[in-house]
């Protein structure tokens, strides 16, 4: 199974600070790494496939970049609706799976 | 709208078997290939397997293939996930998923809890 490292597990700013998550993949997965994040209450939501691909209805100051092993979401000028838990998941190969999660906080 | 609504969890026995449903709206159901993945209480996600849009394939994490089977009916929209032989391990939040393009998912239900305890 390709293990996939996410970094930090917490991570705690204000709004209007940029912030960035990493995910480091076991073995290659090309381009094939997703972001979703998590709020209480609400549907799990996709925010990018294919490593850069800004799913429909992403806002643009989430970013994603990377290939191969290291994989990086981005988020500029936080808004307040963005503190939540981010998950990467690789869908290069089977089983798909998932990094531990990323809590984004309200410093 | 797309909908993905999820049922049949609840506090269940170890070794017991339970069979969760997830209805589909807002879609045609029979286009999309769909998965599901499970949240324990850790938080940690785990991809349980998916079946393709007609029912004719499916795919298992290994650790699971032997316990859980994955099926649908089209015709009622519905997305089912078998649990037999459940252990306390099982215990977490259910989800069932739409992929979308190169199996990313991209409509997720609000999940089901499923307790394994005596």
């Known amino acids: 199974d390709v293990q996939m490292t996410q970094s930090p597990s917490n991570l705690a700013a204000s709004p209007g600070e940029s912030v960035s998550i990493n995910c480091k993949a076991s073995?290659?997965?090309?381009?094939?790494l997703a972001w979703y994040q998590q709020k209480p209450g609400k549907a799990n939501k996709l925010l990018i496939y294919s490593g850069s691909t800004l799913q429909s209805g992403t806002p643009s100051r989430f970013s994603g970049s990377g290939s191969g092993t290291d994989f990086t979401l981005t988020i500029r000028n936080l808004e307040p609706e963005d503190f939540g838990l981010y998950y990467c998941?690789?869908?290069?190969?089977?089983?798909?799976?998932f990094g531990a999660g990323t809590k984004l906080e309200l410093k | 709208e797309v909908q993905l609504v999820e049922s049949g969890g609840g506090l269940v026995q170890p070794g017991a078997s339970l069979k969760l449903s997830c209805v589909a709206s807002?879609?045609?159901?029979?286009?999309?290939?769909m998965s599901w993945v499970r949240q324990t209480p850790g938080k940690t996600m785990e991809w349980i397997g998916d079946?393709?849009?007609?029912?004719?394939?499916?795919n298992y994490a290994p650790s699971l293939k032997n316990r859980f089977t994955i099926s649908r009916d089209n015709a009622k929209s519905t997305l089912y996930l078998q649990m037999s032989n459940v252990r306390s391990e099982d215990t977490a939040t259910y989800y069932c998923t739409r992929y979308y393009g190169y199996n990313c998912m991209d409509a997720w239900g609000q999940g089901a809890s499923v307790t394994v305890s005596s």
């Open positions: 073995k290659s997965i090309s381009k094939y």
């Open positions: 807002g879609f045609t159901f029979s286009d999309y290939w």
């Open positions: 998941q690789q869908h290069n190969e089977y089983p798909y799976t």
């Open positions: 079946i393709k849009y007609d029912g004719s394939y499916t």
